[in-house]
């Protein structure tokens, strides 16, 4: 099974200013094939389901606030939120979808400071 | 809009069974692969089970092998979750979940399941 560790488990950051998370996997999820990173960010806010935010590790899901942004290759990754918004409070996931069994890592708290 | 409802979900002794459904509206259901995602309570996410368009792909999480079956009928546009000898650390919110491919675009609200005595 491939293990996603996110890091920081929790992470407070003022208004306006950025803020970023790490996710790393046990094993690549680059697959050669199609050149496409097959790892996914989600957020869930307080008594909502989860809500995916980006694909392919760097697509934006349509809809998604251009403030959010994922990068890196492989088996690390950043989901970065270039000025954040009180909305943006919530947990976020990273998942991969490489190979079964589907994997999400441990979850990263975001709040304001 | 692609909707996802669930139902099922209850209280449930130790060793018990429920069956989980959910009812998927829109008329692509059978390009979607189909997911069961839980969490438990306070908990993060933990994918279950999925399914490919015509059946015919099942995969699951190593802990509900041999007890959860996920099932689909295209022409009801529902996903089903059969769930056997259930355990206590099986209790959890479940979602219904539909991506193309394995990607989790879809979710619905989840259904409540409480394992216990």
């Known amino acids: 099974d491939i293990v996603m560790t996110q890091s920081p488990d929790s992470l407070a950051v003022s208004l306006g200013e950025r803020a970023t998370i790490n996710c790393k996997s046990s094993?690549?999820?680059?697959?050669?094939?199609?050149?496409?990173?097959?790892l996914a960010w989600y957020q869930q806010k307080p008594g909502q389901p989860p809500k995916m935010l980006i694909f392919?590790?760097?697509t934006r899901q349509s809809g998604v606030p251009d403030r959010f942004s994922g990068s890196g290759s492989g088996t690390d990754f950043t989901l970065t939120i270039s000025s954040l918004q009180a909305e943006d409070v919530a947990v976020y996931y990273c998942?991969?979808?490489?190979?079964?069994?589907?994997?999400f890592g441990q979850g990263t708290r975001l709040e304001i400071k | 809009e692609v909707q996802m409802v669930e139902s099922g979900g209850g209280l449930v002794q130790p060793g018990g069974s429920l069956r989980l459904s959910c009812a998927v509206s829109?008329?692509?259901?059978?390009?979607?692969?189909m997911n069961w995602v839980r969490q438990a309570p306070g908990k993060g996410l933990e994918w279950v089970a999925n399914?490919?368009?015509?059946?015919?792909?099942?995969y699951y999480v190593d802990s509900v092998k041999g007890r959860l079956t996920i099932s689909r009928d295209n022409a009801e546009n529902s996903v089903y979750l059969q769930m056997n000898s259930l355990r206590v650390e099986d209790a959890a919110v479940y979602y219904c979940?539909?991506?193309?491919?394995?990607?989790?675009?879809?979710w619905g609200r989840g259904t409540l399941v409480t394992v216990s005595s």
């Open positions: 979940v539909g991506g193309r491919g394995w990607k989790l675009d879809l």
């Open positions: 829109g008329p692509t259901f059978s390009s979607y692969w």
């Open positions: 399914i490919n368009g015509d059946g015919s792909e099942k």
């Open positions: 094993q690549s999820v680059l697959k050669n094939s199609d050149n496409n990173n097959y």
């Open positions: 392919w590790a760097s």
């Open positions: 998942q991969q979808y490489y190979s079964a069994p589907i994997t």
